[in-house]
């Protein structure tokens, strides 16, 4: 074709002239060709090589398991909201892709180092300051930056959010208000604002620096009738007055001196204005401490690992002890809750790296005399808090249930670039919690005990707690050097087995590690050691399964799997090969084995040979105790899946980013089921995905053990910014149906589209024939149990009311009851019988015993009970 | 997507290069196609269903519009033909200016009528619903792009396509698809039908790839770092506000230029050759002379589908200069809808009619050629604080304190060790020695001998590198 148009013949003429004719010479062509191609591809080839030897999955498995969560909504016709999780799961793949990558890994730490050292600049988030100072970007852009209550600014910010922190303080005013709770409000500066010397020369006068709508915002409070204690006015006065640094140099916290200053100036301002009842008083003690930490800022520099520009800082703290010389710890009963941030958690958490006890709320309570509870979220924004205080409400942990004052303390900086939305507190549900907690006490929906292991303590410990009460405890002792893990219950919850390793605490080993098996009391007493040398099966810290409360499945040191008789202390092989970094555990019908991938195999006792079965994609695989289902971790952070060994069939216990777990939890990990398969254990983060530094927190929900899926919302069992992970259950009691009355809805479908469950099927009652039944388990298999059901599958002769797909009804009847082996075995194929028939899970008394399904069609079919006998 | 990202560096780019050729030539369209919808769909996957939209609509247009070309041109076409022929033209401009309107400038609409009206003390009339519309990235171009195609056929420059998927292949071609050139289909009409793969054109779409990616990463970036904290301040020095602008300026050259020269650089990988978009644009000795070199396939599109349409200087000085104002004013808008894109265009259009009314002259032509070059920069540096100021007041705030008239608060003393870390002085110092002192990419990569594409490669290792350490990377003309 030839253009008309004379200026269309130029340009594209331009464009053949200018690019149509390269000089160069046909080799070097060929060489820059290849040379590109190679370095493009070198990069993907060795990443998918890394990521097919990552356990625990890749960004392009996570991205392809989002499907689980687009499909559903495709179908369901919801195209907004499959688009907006296809949106959200490519960003998630991409961010990860990012954080991933071989040429970041590597290129990062050597490029900050040459830009802090030779050219003397910090990074994105790092000012590099004059005289050792290092400053927080964010926090400094903010008092730079635009007044964060100027019209534009709140304009800009996006109607998505609300921007204006104001309305969004006045909003929890009202409704702690509304549940006669009072609130103080404590914005803290950052380093800037009150050592701006590292950065500029400003007059002491000056100070503190603030950004332009600070003094608008207090005011605002003010007028709205909220209280606001600033610390910034009181950590100038202290910046003038006393010749020590108010801050630390080289992390963006306040110095134990200014933050103890500015607690006892909170309680002076607190006695002055909050009328707060008696309540109890109780004299604390203080000491002295020394303390030495890397700040955070030089962390957010990400230099090369023992390549550091800055040395540790120290500094002397003042830890809080009770009255009984035991440390400062929250207490949930008190009438005063703070909740905070790092500023908060900083000298209190062993985490930030500059020692514990000592934090802002062992302060405060120090100075007011009085107990007080603490909820503190690192770097969570102002909205993380109110979002916590709503999921744990709706969790049902309350932790405004008898609380008279909160105080808010957070960031400066986050007035400027923090999430203001409006939390609704469910302020509803939270008063008729409190009213149940005044009302005589229902029985509560399960009762039982986890345990799970938690670097809450610095080192990582088993901890427990029952299943209806808060309190948690650390169960296992305090040892130098040795970490714990690997808690596993024993069949009747009396007993807990864990191994006690010297390991390093902040990441897997390299190769595992043997340590000591020990067992103790849910107590903590009675501690002993089982064994020697023992080890996790490899990529996850499960290394111990219960056969009966006599008898438990270990690996040994030498990579051999063995029986061990807890009473005799007599072990036998169970295996001939050595296995190395993955090693096979058992399961408790000595039918299965699986090591740290999950390659669910079938293993021959008498033989002692594991018929390695093909790895599938994940990690963090175990048993049912009942020897039906295998369940894992199948991407990153989830879905959890099950497998029923049996028919074959893969289940999904969870999915990603499931939004029956409350709280919006991005990663899912360590799952595990209670010994009667009617509970289900997990831990899952809301932020990062690190096992050794993430908030993960851990969750239980009653499931069906027949089918393993859920039964209703999970519940948070902890809330500690620590790590809790690897947790197992044991379930004394539990009521379904109350459980998912409070914690509705209760299935994935429901819990996606907000509306109420599917119908159940209902009863039916027909003459039938016998066909067949399920294999008859052993004494063995059911002996942890006092109750089992076997299904047996049925053919309908005449259907006299109900519905029957294909003329079959799968039935449940008592395998064992009450300890007592019933007679299932005397009725033969060709029975005849006139059933009336409930659906399993409609029938009270058969809620979640566990049921022995082995025939091969149709697991998912509904399976029937018969009152009669 | 971004080009200089991760997961279309390493993943997307040698994924779709190596199916294409490993497909036979019938296929490849089809294949650029979906791949160019997935890139697109990257940003939000809703999107790909207005571009498939769009491209549908001027598909049918260009075929409907376009039907009797064949004919002899001495046989006249009917007044019944033209009608039909006017009225497939019509549908395709109302439609794609349609949803450029209504994406673009909804929320702007609705926010300055509730605000007049609320002035007006009239809250009756402001509108009671709170919808806000996302904009699809890319709209401003594939729309300009796709109503060429149609306008180009009706004015016989182009015959229609028969193949869907060839127009698709135009309309959504990954390279240039989000922020531009502006490719007209008459430029690469003879493309679609016919193109040569040579390994001498993609060395030389490496050499424009590695240079556009280095300018992005290496001095846009940087200078972006410092832009951002000079105008996200809520006050600043003259010294600051100077160099926060003198930075911005480099980092849209840079930004935009680096994308343009990627575009060309993938371009020639897939066998196409792309028109100039920049040629020096900070050489230029007049705000005529400037408007040939920045963003030519914008402002030559604007000429040509709008500057002359509406008369050029065909109907006298005075209608030319409003001519002039007016495209300009609508230039300003096409970038953004706001009120300071609308001054922004406003000055460049007054400035434009005051040198045609010299006779395209600048208005310092007296001047020896750095003087001429310098004011000229120096003009344009000031009209980018409204292009980059979040709103007209701050714009207003920021040209005070370049002038040392705003109050200046203590805190704004902070900022010096922002903006002036050794790291940024060096970037803007190197990014002003590579717009004044370097030779354009297109006359570097023109010869191409071992050392060259040597030093393409250290560019593109370099930038490889810094692109995995940053995390900042925007794009500014995505935005638009």
């Not at chain 1, 907006?84 to 991409?94: C, G, N, S, T, V």
């Not at chain 1, 301002?269 to 700040?295: C, D, M, N």
């Not at chain 1, 029956?660 to 939890?665: D, E, F, S, V």
């Not at chain 1, 009691?733 to 119908?759: R, Y």
Request: overall charge positive.
């Amino acid at each position: 074709m030839a253009p008309h148009d004379p200026e269309f013949d130029r340009r594209e003429a331009q464009a053949l002239r200018e690019v149509g004719h390269t000089d160069i010479g046909p080799r070097t062509a060929r060489a820059v060709t290849g040379l590109f191609l190679l370095l493009l591809l070198s990069v993907p080839v060795l990443e998918i090589r890394r990521d097919l030897r990552n356990a625990l999955g890749s960004p392009w498995s996570s991205l392809l398991a989002s499907g689980d969560r687009v499909w559903p909504e495709l179908r369901r016709g919801r195209l907004h909201a499959a688009n907006r999780e296809l949106h959200a799961a490519m960003k998630d793949f991409e961010d990860a892709l990012d954080e991933t990558s071989i040429v970041g890994v590597a290129a990062r730490p050597e490029i900050q180092r040459i830009l802090t050292r030779k050219l003397n600049t910090g990074s994105e988030q790092v000012i590099r300051g004059r005289q050792g100072w290092l400053y927080f970007r964010p926090a400094v852009d903010h008092l730079t930056g635009p007044g964060f209550l100027e019209p534009g600014v709140l304009a800009r910010k996006g109607h998505a959010q609300e921007p204006n922190p104001l309305v969004a303080i006045k909003d929890f005013a009202a409704q702690l208000a509304e549940r006669g709770i009072g609130l103080v409000v404590v914005p803290t500066p950052g380093k800037a604002a009150i050592h701006p010397e590292g950065l500029a020369s400003v007059s002491d006068a000056r100070l503190p620096l603030q950004n332009l709508s600070f003094k608008h915002f207090l005011e605002g409070l003010t007028e709205m009738g909220i209280p606001v204690y600033a610390p910034a006015g009181r950590l100038a006065q202290l910046r003038r007055e006393k010749p020590w640094a108010q801050f630390l140099r080289t992390d963006s916290h306040w110095a134990p001196p200014a933050m103890e200053a500015v607690a006892e100036s909170l309680a002076g301002f607190i006695k002055q204005h909050v009328a707060l009842p008696e309540g109890r008083r109780t004299t604390y003690s203080r000491g002295e401490a020394w303390v030495r930490g890397r700040g955070d800022l030089v962390a957010l520099l990400r230099l090369p690992k023992g390549r550091q520009l800055y040395a540790e800082e120290t500094a002397r703290t003042q830890p809080v002890f009770r009255e009984d010389g035991r440390p400062w710890s929250p207490d949930p009963e008190a009438d005063v809750l703070v909740l905070g941030d790092s500023f908060t958690n900083i000298y209190s958490q062993e985490e930030l790296g500059f020692g514990g006890g000592a934090g802002f709320v062992e302060q405060l309570s120090y100075y007011l005399s009085r107990p007080l509870d603490k909820l503190a979220i690192n770097a969570g924004g102002p909205m993380a808090l109110r979002t916590r205080l709503a999921s744990d409400a709706e969790a049902g942990q309350d932790r405004l249930v008898g609380k008279r004052l909160v105080i808010y303390q957070f960031a400066e900086r986050g007035l400027s670039s923090g999430d203001w939305s409006l939390v609704d507190l469910g302020a509803a549900s939270a008063s008729q919690a409190e009213r149940t907690r005044r009302a005589p006490a229902e029985p509560p929906p399960a009762q039982g005990r986890a345990v799970w292991e938690s670097n809450r303590s610095g080192d990582w410990r088993i901890w427990s707690r029952r299943l209806e009460a808060p309190a948690v405890r650390k169960l296992s002792p305090d040892e130098p050097d040795r970490q714990h893990c690997c808690a596993h219950l024993s069949p009747d919850g009396s007993r807990i087995a864990y191994l006690s390793r010297v390991v390093p605490k902040d990441q897997y080993p390299e190769r595992e590690v043997a340590g000591e098996l020990r067992v103790l009391r849910v107590d903590g007493s009675g501690e002993r050691s089982l064994v020697a040398q023992a080890r996790p099966y490899g990529w996850g810290n499960r290394a111990v399964v219960w056969r009966d409360n006599r008898e438990l499945v270990y690996i040994g040191g030498d990579g051999l799997t063995y029986l061990l008789d807890t009473s005799t202390g007599k072990s036998s092989a169970l295996t001939t090969d050595p296995q190395g970094k993955l090693a096979w555990l058992m399961d408790a019908s000595l039918r299965h084995a699986v090591n740290g991938s999950p390659t669910f195999s079938s293993y021959d006792a008498a033989s002692l040979t594991v018929d390695a079965s093909e790895r599938k994609p994940g990690c963090e695989p175990y048993f049912s105790h009942d020897g039906r289902f295998g369940f894992w971790v199948e991407g990153a952070g989830g879905p959890v899946r099950s497998v029923e060994f049996a028919t074959g069939r893969i289940g999904t216990i969870l999915e990603n980013l499931d939004p029956r777990i409350p709280g919006a939890q991005r990663y899912v990990y360590f799952p595990m089921l209670s010994r009667d398969g009617r509970m289900f254990a997990f831990g899952a983060s809301a932020g990062d995905h690190d096992h050794f530094k993430s908030n993960y927190d851990i969750f239980v929900s009653p499931i069906d053990p027949m089918t393993l899926t859920l039964l209703g919302r999970p519940r948070r069992l902890t809330s500690h910014p620590a790590v809790d992970r690897y947790p197992d259950v044991h379930v004394e009691s539990i009521n379904v149906e109350q459980w998912a009355k409070e914690t509705k809805p209760v299935t994935l479908a429901d819990a996606q589209a907000g509306g109420s469950p599917p119908p159940a099927a209902r009863p039916v009652e027909a003459m039938v024939l016998l066909r067949s039944c399920s294999r008859a388990p052993s004494l063995r298999e059911i002996s942890p149990y006092r109750d089992a059901l076997i299904v047996c599958e049925w053919k309908v002769q005449k259907l006299i009311s109900g519905e029957a797909a294909d003329g079959r009804l799968r039935i449940a009847q008592w395998g064992l009851r009450g300890g007592e082996r019933q007679a299932i075995t005397s009725r033969s194929p060709g029975f005849e019988a006139r059933l009336k028939l409930e659906p399993l899970t409609g029938v009270a008394q058969t809620d979640g015993y566990p049921v022995f399904d082995t025939l091969p069609r149709d697991p998912s079919r509904p399976v029937y009970f018969s009152r009669e006998p | 997507m971004v080009f200089s990202s991760h997961l279309f560096v390493y993943y997307f780019l040698p994924g779709v290069l190596g199916v294409y050729y490993l497909l036979p030539g019938k296929v490849r369209h089809l294949w650029l196609t979906l791949s160019s919808y997935v890139f697109y769909g990257w940003a939000n996957p809703a999107f790909m269903g207005l571009m498939l939209l769009s491209t549908v609509i001027d598909y049918v247009a260009g075929l409907k519009i376009g039907s009797r070309q064949e004919r002899p041109p001495e046989v006249l076409l009917s007044e019944r033909e033209i009608r039909r022929r006017k009225a497939w033209l019509a549908a395709s401009v109302t439609s794609n200016l349609s949803l450029l309107f209504f994406f673009k400038y909804f929320n702007l609409g609705v926010d300055t009528w509730t605000a007049v009206v609320g002035a007006l003390g009239l809250p009756g009339l402001q509108p009671d619903f709170t919808l806000r519309v996302a904009l699809p990235l890319g709209i401003s171009f594939y729309t300009f792009q796709s109503m060429s195609y149609a306008i180009d056929v009706y004015r016989g420059h182009a015959r229609p396509l028969k193949s869907f998927v060839d127009f698709a292949c135009f309309v959504s071609m990954f390279p240039q698809l989000v922020a531009g050139p502006i490719i007209r289909f008459s430029e690469v009409a003879d493309q679609l039908r016919s193109r040569t793969h040579t390994f001498e054109k993609f060395a030389r779409g490496v050499a424009f790839f590695s240079l556009g990616l280095a300018k992005k990463v290496l001095l846009a970036n940087p200078c972006g770092f410092v832009a951002d904290a000079a105008f996200d301040a809520a006050s600043r020095g003259p010294l600051e506000a100077w160099m926060g602008a003198l930075a911005y300026a480099f980092q849209i050259y840079f930004d935009f230029s680096g994308y343009s020269d990627m575009a060309i650089g993938l371009g020639l990988m897939f066998g196409f050759m792309f028109p100039k978009n920049f040629d020096s644009p900070y050489f230029a000795e007049s705000i005529t002379d400037f408007w040939r070199r920045w963003h030519i396939s914008l402002s030559t599109w604007l000429r040509d589908y709008l500057y002359l349409p509406l008369g050029g200087n065909r109907k006298g000085p005075r209608r030319t200069y409003v001519n002039l104002l007016v495209v300009m004013l609508l230039g300003g808008l096409w970038h953004g809808a706001s009120w300071n894109f609308l001054v922004w265009g406003g000055l460049h259009g007054a400035w434009l009619a005051l040198e045609r009314a010299l006779g395209k002259r600048g208005l310092y032509s007296f001047l020896p050629r750095p003087g001429r070059i310098l004011l000229t920069f120096t003009g344009v540096l000031l009209t980018w604080v409204f292009f980059r100021a979040p709103d007209l007041p701050g714009a207003g705030r920021y040209l005070a304190d370049m002038v040392g008239l705003g109050g200046r608060a203590p805190e704004a003393a902070l900022l010096g060790v922002v903006m002036f870390t050794p790291y940024a002085l060096i970037s803007l110092a190197v990014a002003g020695l590579v717009t004044w002192l370097a030779p354009q990419t297109w006359d570097w990569s023109r010869r191409l001998p071992l050392p060259r594409a040597a030093m393409a490669f250290v560019c593109l290792s370099l930038a490889l590198v810094m692109m995995a350490s940053q995390g900042y990377n925007p794009f500014i003309y995505f935005i638009f």
